[in-house]
C-alpha cells in the first residue's frame, strides 16, 4: 500500500510546522488545505511572535491589541520585516529600557514616543538630505524619541522639572548641568539643520543631532552613513566615540550598550540640588563599578565618569585641563543594627553612633603613572556640612576634576564628627573613599 503523506497524524504536522520559521510556514499553508488548516494554530504564531519580535501580549507595533497571534505577527512583519535582524535587536534594548524607567523613573517612561512612522522618517531624510540608516530607523519605528514638555517651552532655559528627565541621564557640578535627552525625529532634524547653520565653519557631513540636553552642548551625533557615533561638543570640531566605529549599525550599538548599563550600573538621584526632581545619574550606581567603604557606620559610595564635552585634547588648550572627570559622593550613616553588625572586632564594645557631620575632606589625586597631581584640603563639600542620621537620607554631591592623562586615581578621607561640630558627642574619625578615573 503506497504512503500518503496526509495519513500522518496531525500532531506530527504541528510538531514539524513548529521547527519552520514564519516564512516557512507560511509558504507551505498555500499546498494544501489540511497544512492550511494546521498553520492557522494561533499556538504557533504566538511562538513566532516571541522569537521573532519579542512579543508577550499579542499587539500590533503600535500597542493596539490584536485578536490573534496571527493578526499580531502579521502587523510586525509589514512594519518590520525590511530592517531584517536590527529588528530583533532594537526591540531588545527598548524593553530593556522601558522595563528600568517603568520601575524606577515612571516620568521618562511616560514621555518615551510612540512609533514614528515611514513617512515622518522620510520626511526627515529629506529635510536633512542624508539616508538614515536601517539601524537608526527601526530605532524610530519603535520609540519617536522623548516628548518632553520642556521641549515645547525651548528656547526658554527656564529650569523646568522635565529638563532632569531625559532618557540618557545626567550629572552636575558648579553651573555645568547635564541631562541628555533622545529628541523625536522632527526635531533632531530640525536641530541638525540649524547646528549645520550656526557653526557653517565645521564640516558635519551627513551628521544627525539625536540628542538634546538645554543647559549644555553635549550632544550624541550619528555620521559617516552610520558608522560612527559620537559623542561632542557643538560649539566646536571636538568628539569623541561613543560606539566603536564600524559597519552601519553603529546607534544601534550606543542604544544597546546603553540599555545595559541602565539595567546593571545606574540609579536615579537629584542632579542638581535646586532642583526636586529625579534624573537618571550616569554615575554608577552598584559595584563593582562603585567604590563602597564603611568606617565607624558610615557609609561612602564614590563613582567618577568621563567628562567629554569639557575635555580639551589635540588643541591649543591648556594641556593640565585635558581630560576631565565629573564624580559623585554619597555620605550615608548606617542604621544601628548594621552599624552593630559591621564593627570591627578589634574596635572594641560596640557603641552606636546616633549623629555625625561632616568636618573637612582630604582628596590625593593621581594620574596614570601614579604620581601625585592635586593635593586637596578642603573645609566640607561643596559649601556644605551634612549632618547625618541612622538609617536617613543620605547626602550626595558631585564635583569634578581634571589631568594630563585619560587614567588616574583619587583617595582620601572625609574627617567626621560624632554628634555635631558645635556639639561633638565623640572624638573625630576619618572616613575612608576612592574613585576610579577612566576616559
Same mark, same amino acid.
Given at each position: 500500500?503506497?504512503?500518503?503523506?496526509?495519513?500522518?497524524?496531525?500532531?506530527?504536522?504541528?510538531?514539524?510546522?513548529?521547527?519552520?520559521?514564519?516564512?516557512?510556514?507560511?509558504?507551505?499553508?498555500?499546498?494544501?488545505?489540511?497544512?492550511?488548516?494546521?498553520?492557522?494554530?494561533?499556538?504557533? #504564531?504566538?511562538?513566532?511572535?516571541?522569537?521573532?519580535?519579542?512579543?508577550?501580549?499579542?499587539?500590533?507595533?503600535?500597542?493596539? *491589541?490584536?485578536?490573534? #497571534?496571527?493578526?499580531?505577527?502579521?502587523?510586525?512583519?509589514?512594519?518590520?520585516?525590511?530592517?531584517?535582524?536590527?529588528?530583533? &535587536?532594537?526591540?531588545?534594548?527598548?524593553?530593556?529600557?522601558?522595563?528600568?524607567?517603568?520601575?524606577?523613573?515612571?516620568?521618562?517612561?511616560?514621555?518615551?514616543?510612540?512609533?514614528?512612522?515611514?513617512?515622518?522618517?522620510?520626511?526627515?531624510?529629506?529635510?536633512?538630505? /542624508?539616508?538614515?540608516?536601517?539601524?537608526?530607523?527601526?530605532?524610530?519605528?519603535?520609540?519617536?524619541?522623548?516628548?518632553?514638555?520642556?521641549?515645547?517651552?525651548? +528656547?526658554?532655559?527656564?529650569?523646568?522639572?522635565?529638563?532632569?528627565?531625559?532618557?540618557?541621564?545626567?550629572?552636575?557640578?558648579?553651573?555645568?548641568?547635564?541631562?541628555? &535627552?533622545?529628541?523625536?525625529?522632527?526635531?533632531? $532634524?530640525?536641530?541638525?539643520? &540649524?547646528? &549645520?547653520?550656526?557653526?557653517?565653519?565645521?564640516?558635519?557631513?551627513?551628521?544627525? =543631532?539625536?540628542?538634546?540636553?538645554?543647559?549644555?552642548?553635549?550632544?550624541?551625533?550619528?555620521?559617516?552613513?552610520? %558608522?560612527?557615533?559620537?559623542?561632542?561638543?557643538?560649539?566646536?570640531?571636538?568628539?569623541?566615540?561613543?560606539?566603536? *566605529?564600524?559597519?552601519?549599525? $553603529?546607534?544601534?550599538?550606543?542604544?544597546?550598550?546603553?540599555?545595559? /548599563?541602565?539595567?546593571?550600573?545606574?540609579?536615579?538621584?537629584?542632579?542638581?540640588?535646586?532642583?526636586?526632581?529625579?534624573?537618571?545619574?550616569?554615575?554608577?550606581?552598584?559595584? *563593582?563599578?562603585?567604590?563602597?567603604?564603611?568606617?565607624?557606620?558610615?557609609?561612602? =559610595?564614590?563613582?567618577? !565618569?568621563?567628562?567629554?564635552?569639557?575635555?580639551?585634547?589635540?588643541?591649543?588648550?591648556?594641556?593640565?585641563?585635558?581630560?576631565?572627570?565629573?564624580?559623585?559622593?554619597?555620605?550615608?550613616?548606617?542604621?544601628?543594627?548594621?552599624?552593630?553588625? %559591621?564593627?570591627?572586632?578589634?574596635?572594641? +564594645?560596640?557603641? +552606636? !553612633?546616633?549623629?555625625?557631620?561632616?568636618?573637612?575632606?582630604?582628596?590625593?589625586?593621581?594620574?596614570?603613572?601614579?604620581?601625585?597631581?592635586?593635593?586637596?584640603?578642603?573645609?566640607?563639600?561643596?559649601?556644605?556640612?551634612?549632618?547625618?542620621?541612622?538609617?536617613?537620607? *543620605?547626602?550626595?554631591?558631585?564635583?569634578?576634576?581634571?589631568?594630563?592623562?585619560?587614567?588616574?586615581?583619587?583617595?582620601?578621607?572625609?574627617?567626621?564628627?560624632?554628634?555635631?561640630?558645635? =556639639?561633638?558627642?565623640?572624638?573625630?574619625?576619618?572616613?575612608?573613599?576612592?574613585?576610579?578615573?577612566?576616559?
Amino acid at each position: 500500500m503506497a504512503f500518503v503523506i496526509n495519513d500522518l497524524e496531525p500532531q506530527i504536522f504541528f510538531e514539524i510546522f513548529r521547527l519552520l520559521s514564519a516564512r516557512d510556514c507560511a509558504k507551505v499553508a498555500t499546498c494544501q488545505r489540511l497544512w492550511r488548516n494546521i498553520a492557522a494554530d494561533d499556538s504557533l #504564531w504566538q511562538a513566532w511572535c516571541n522569537n521573532d519580535f519579542l512579543l508577550k501580549q499579542s499587539v500590533a507595533p503600535t500597542g493596539r *491589541p490584536q485578536d490573534t #497571534w496571527r493578526d499580531a505577527y502579521a502587523a510586525w512583519h509589514l512594519g518590520f520585516d525590511k530592517y531584517k535582524s536590527y529588528t530583533k &535587536r532594537a526591540i531588545a534594548a527598548w524593553q530593556t529600557i522601558e522595563h528600568w524607567t517603568k520601575a524606577h523613573h515612571p516620568e521618562i517612561y511616560q514621555s518615551l514616543g510612540d512609533p514614528a512612522t515611514e513617512r515622518q522618517l522620510d520626511d526627515a531624510e529629506r529635510l536633512l538630505e /542624508v539616508k538614515l540608516p536601517p539601524s537608526l530607523r527601526v530605532i524610530y519605528r519603535l520609540h519617536n524619541g522623548q516628548d518632553l514638555s520642556c521641549d515645547d517651552r525651548f +528656547p526658554d532655559l527656564m529650569p523646568y522639572d522635565s529638563m532632569f528627565h531625559g532618557l540618557l541621564g545626567g550629572y552636575s557640578f558648579y553651573d555645568h548641568i547635564v541631562c541628555t &535627552r533622545l529628541l523625536p525625529i522632527e526635531k533632531a $532634524a530640525t536641530v541638525t539643520r &540649524r547646528l &549645520r547653520n550656526r557653526n557653517n565653519h565645521i564640516d558635519y557631513g551627513d551628521c544627525v =543631532q539625536l540628542t538634546g540636553s538645554i543647559m549644555t552642548r553635549k550632544h550624541f551625533m550619528l555620521i559617516d552613513e552610520g %558608522s560612527q557615533m559620537r559623542v561632542s561638543s557643538c560649539d566646536d570640531d571636538r568628539s569623541w566615540d561613543a560606539a566603536p *566605529p564600524g559597519g552601519n549599525d $553603529a546607534v544601534l550599538r550606543w542604544l544597546e550598550a546603553f540599555a545595559n /548599563v541602565l539595567k546593571d550600573q545606574l540609579g536615579c538621584c537629584h542632579l542638581h540640588e535646586r532642583m526636586n526632581s529625579l534624573g537618571i545619574c550616569l554615575h554608577p550606581a552598584h559595584e *563593582p563599578w562603585q567604590r563602597v567603604a564603611v568606617t565607624k557606620g558610615v557609609r561612602v =559610595q564614590a563613582a567618577s !565618569i568621563f567628562v567629554p564635552e569639557l575635555s580639551k585634547l589635540h588643541s591649543s588648550y591648556d594641556a593640565e585641563e585635558a581630560y576631565f572627570f565629573s564624580y559623585n559622593v554619597q555620605f550615608s550613616l548606617l542604621p544601628v543594627e548594621e552599624q552593630q553588625a %559591621s564593627w570591627p572586632a578589634d574596635a572594641g +564594645p560596640f557603641s +552606636p !553612633i546616633t549623629s555625625v557631620q561632616l568636618q573637612s575632606r582630604h582628596w590625593i589625586i593621581r594620574d596614570q603613572t601614579g604620581e601625585i597631581t592635586q593635593d586637596i584640603h578642603g573645609d566640607g563639600v561643596i559649601g556644605r556640612h551634612p549632618i547625618l542620621a541612622p538609617g536617613g537620607i *543620605p547626602f550626595v554631591y558631585q564635583s569634578c576634576t581634571h589631568q594630563q592623562q585619560p587614567r588616574g586615581s583619587m583617595e582620601g578621607f572625609f574627617k567626621f564628627v560624632e554628634g555635631t561640630v558645635r =556639639q561633638p558627642t565623640g572624638p573625630a574619625f576619618d572616613v575612608e573613599a576612592s574613585v576610579v578615573l577612566s576616559a
